[in-house]
């Protein structure tokens, strides 16, 4: 008769030790695991919901259209109105300058309306609304740069504007997209006033619609607006669309965090298996008493089922709240990239996901050994010691039922099915990989000639023996040695796009709308006090692609159900040029260019990557829109463009005849010599503001500092997440080395009968545990680099730029820690009494 639940219970409770003593690596590696996912789907959930509600408030309407350099037309102005309210301005870049200083600003002109949806709140507590009249509410940098205070007075273009308020709370800062300069909000009239406005001026206007049916769709106004207005250039833009930067990143980070989540919880199932696995084996004398005195089989999975449930269940509590209290953190790391709540957030789905996850790998993972000490009978228990238990069919069943529904649940509540089952397919790969491997690094070590060195035999022999747990080994080190590699390779990738992406070397400033007819007094300011100035200017302006392809039957961009993939030139209005030589650091391809005198048929230069995406060859035909009037050209030649240069870069380059009568300004680089004073840095730009009014200069170096630092902050989290994956790889190292330690009581103590030092004991652990971790250190490479590109190129994007060097100094740290934890592991072995172990076995 079996015992019952309440009589497992009361047995079970009483062998379990207060301190989980045995089973702490079940607890450290259901910990780390449950707290992984707690944490990643807690922050992915509170942005997502920070995203959907905030929709409005961000994006400052139900639906936003966004044209360069021209307003609204009347009748465009009347479609908007059908929706409901609308609120318009214009974005631009700007200088605000006093008699003393200037200062390179991002121009907000915003009508009375404005925002329709959240407050904008001043440091000193005030809600407002938009300025009026002369007064601006401006961003803490500019009263700093310009050295003003609240109730002064500045410049911008022809206008005297009123610092009335200091910004603190912008309600659609994020959907305004990166800033090259800070803020300053001015009413809708200032941007004409100033001058700024000018034919061929690079300004953006914005209008924003509230709905005045709530219920509206916004796909379906966006899908009639572009359908009525096919070659009109609308960037258009949805409240389920507001920040569009922000939601990719929140998509790939998830990506990202799911993967780590998930190699978190494979590598903590290892660490699992081995931990019950030596818990069991300690108790093994007590499941053989047990038995002797009646204990069923069914008994024995009772008693230690519930022993291991509890274990699991405080580790995932632990777990649980870890990854509440942890996600503060994160979201600190990720402040000002994207949306989310800096306090304590609870997001009762997704802990009860990760609860989920960390109760079935302890499932899957434990099953196989506690089964497999309940089918044998008391004697070879007892005698398990010397003569190792033979595996259990049915043991690998319940393994495979508990991984089936993991990769179930996996599948079902991730957003990008692809992704999870791929990775979960790549991990089952690995394990059948490291499972083959350690089967096969048993029967070669047993086909080896003996070494004449003892120690060395004795470590060989160890590898294959009967019993040897090589393949756990060899499993468990895989795994933890890999999480060294991931950790390297991300990080060091991440870093190295950093170097490469944000360039060292710049020009000093950006300027725009230089108008042409003072280019030469635009020139003469700079070379007066700075003769060895680098200066360079083309002329530029905006417009879409609206058509392309051969010259008979070219495919019209408003006809397309989706952008091809890579063809982001296609949406929305683009910078473009002119230009009589090829330019600097670009090199053609396909083609020809044409001479500095053409005057023929109106001719194009296309970059390479965008042909490739688009299918455009030399021969075919481009139709873009500026300012309303359709211009063709054909494609004379396709352009590689060194896009990691801080200079002009534009995808289209026209021949001088195609474009150069629409009204456009030009834009310049300025690079000062090395060294130059300050003083006269700021001089400089005052002059420029006095002569250029509407002109607006962009400081590179300020731009640089905030792309390193977005960058970096992406680097800090994926650093915080990766190391997950690490701790859990030393969690089972240290587990898997622990097991080990169990079954080579018996070994240690025959060879110090036999006469064995404990130096030899020692050295030969070193050597045992040596030669499997030079074999695993190539896999781990392989396999850590494996998931490592796939988390740079296929989630983030970036070029895969590891540091070979800094990949491998650390996986050479995890060889060496895995000696360590082997030496530190045979340092209790060495104390056991040859006749007390020997009466235990």
């Known amino acids: 008769m079996n015992l019952t639940w309440g009589t497992a219970w009361t047995i079970a409770r009483r062998d379990l030790n207060a301190r989980f003593k045995g089973l702490r690596l079940l607890l450290v590696c259901i910990f780390l695991g449950t707290a992984a996912l707690a944490a990643i789907g ?11 509600s905030s929709g409005q408030e961000l994006l400052g309407g139900d ?51 404005w925002p329709m949806f ?62 090259l300069g800070p803020t300053v909000i001015v009413a809708e009239d200032i941007a004409a006033k100033a001058g700024l406005l000018q034919p061929g001026a690079l300004y953006q206007s914005k209008h924003r619609v509230a709905f005045a049916d709530p219920a509206r769709d916004p796909e379906a106004a966006e899908e009639a607006l572009s359908e009525a207005f096919p070659d009109a250039g609308f960037d258009i833009r949805t409240r389920d669309r507001a920040s569009p930067g922000a939601d990719r990143f929140v998509r790939q980070m998830s990506d990202f965090l799911t993967l780590v989540g998930l190699a978190a919880l494979v590598i903590a199932g290892i660490g699992i298996a081995g931990g019950v696995s030596s818990y069991l084996d300690q108790r093994r004398t007590s499941i053989a008493t047990l038995k ?99 595996r259990d069919k049915r043991a690998l069943i319940a393994t495979a039922i508990g991984l089936a529904a993991i990769c179930a649940l996996a599948l079902i509540t991730t957003d990008q099915p692809l992704l999870s089952g791929g990775f979960l397919l790549g991990a089952g790969a690995a394990l059948a990989l490291l499972a083959s491997l350690g089967w096969a690094i048993q029967r070669l070590a047993g086909r080896l000639p003996r070494p004449a060195n003892p120690l060395l035999r004795s470590a060989l022999a160890n590898l294959h023996r009967p019993g040897a747990p090589t393949g756990a080994l060899v499993t468990a080190l895989g795994f933890g040695l890999a999480a060294f590699v991931l950790l390297a390779a991300v990080q060091s990738a991440i870093d190295g796009n950093i170097q490469q992406r944000v360039p060292q070397e710049a020009p000093d400033y950006f300027v725009l709308d230089v108008p042409r007819d003072k280019e030469s007094r635009f020139f003469e300011l700079i070379q007066t006090d700075f003769p060895e100035a680098a200066i360079r200017s083309v002329p530029t302006m905006r417009g879409a692609v609206l058509a392309y392809g051969p010259k008979d039957a070219m495919t019209r961009v408003a006809d397309l159900e989706e952008i091809p993939e890579g063809a982001w030139a296609l949406r929305g209005e683009r910078g473009l040029t002119y230009a009589d030589r090829l330019p600097p650091g670009n090199r053609v391809v396909a083609g020809e260019w044409w001479s500095p005198l053409h005057n023929g048929e ?33 494609i004379a030649n396709l352009r590689e463009i060194d896009w ?77 997440a990766a190391a997950v994956t690490v701790l859990a790889g030393l969690a089972v190292l240290m587990g898997a080395i622990a097991a ?69 100094g650390v996986l050479g740290l995890g060889v060496a820690l895995v000696l360590a934890f082997a030496l530190a592991g045979s340092l209790p072995l060495l104390r056991a009494k040859p006749a007390r172990a020997l009466r235990e076995l």
């Not at 688009?614 to 359709?630: A, F, K, N, P």
């Not at 000062?672 to 170096?701: H, K, M, Q, T």
């Not at 018996?746 to 045992?768: K, N």
């Open 292 to 390: 002797v005195l009646g204990a069923t089989s069914s008994d024995i999975v009772r008693i230690y089922a519930l022993q291991i449930g509890v274990a699991a269940l405080v580790g995932s509590i632990a777990g649980l709240t870890a990854g509440v209290l942890v996600t503060p953190l994160l979201a600190a790391a990720l402040a000002g990239l994207l949306p989310v709540e800096t306090g304590f957030i609870m997001a009762p789905p997704a802990l009860l996901l990760a609860a989920s996850y960390g109760l079935l790998v302890a499932f899957a993972f434990a099953a196989a050994p506690l089964l497999r000490a309940r089918t044998f009978p008391a004697m070879a228990l007892m005698r398990s010691g010397v003569v190792p238990l033979a």
């Open 602 to 634: 109106p001719l194009v230069s296309v970059d390479a990557e965008l042909a490739r995406a688009t299918g455009l060859e030399v021969g075919d035909y481009l139709t873009v829109g500026i300012l309303g009037v359709e211009r063709t050209a054909r």
């Open 63 to 113: 639906l936003e259209v966004e044209v360069w350099q021209r307003d609204l037309s009347a009748e465009e102005m009347a479609a908007l109105e059908e929706y409901g309210e609308v609120s318009g301005g214009f974005r631009l870049q700007a200088m605000a300058s006093t008699p003393d200083a200037a200062a390179p600003i991002e121009l907000k002109a915003v009508d009375a309306k």
């Open 118 to 179: 959240g407050t904008l709140v001043l440091s000193d507590g005030r809600e407002v609304a938009a300025p009026s009249g002369t007064d601006a509410w401006i961003a803490q940098g500019a009263i700093e740069r310009l050295g003003i205070a609240v109730g002064d007075s500045f410049t911008v273009g022809t206008v005297t504007l009123t610092a009335a308020g200091i910004i603190a709370d912008e309600p659609d800062r994020l959907s305004e997209g990166f800033q």
């Open 740 to 808: 080990a330690r169990a079954a080579r009581t018996y070994d240690t103590v025959m060879l110090r009968v036999l006469g064995a030092s404990r130096r030899q004991i020692l050295l030969l652990q070193l050597a045992e545990y040596g030669l499997i971790a030079g074999l695993l250190a190539l896999v781990a490479l392989g396999l850590g680099s494996a998931l490592a590109w796939v988390v740079i190129t296929q989630l983030f994007e970036f070029d895969w730029l590891p540091d070979w060097g800094q990949v491998l």
């Open 644 to 720: 990691e240069s801080l200079g002009f870069n534009f995808t289209l380059v026209f021949s001088r005849n195609a474009i150069s009568d629409a009204p456009h300004n030009l834009a310049a680089t300025i690079d000062l010599p090395e060294g130059a004073d300050p003083a006269a840095r700021g001089a400089l730009l005052r002059g420029l503001v006095r002569e250029l009014p509407s002109s607006s200069v962009i400081e590179i170096g300020g731009i640089l500092v905030e792309a390193r630092k977005l960058l970096e902050q992406v680097s800090l989290a994926t650093l915080a």
């Open 42 to 52: 807690t922050l992915t959930s509170a942005i997502e919901r920070e995203l959907a």
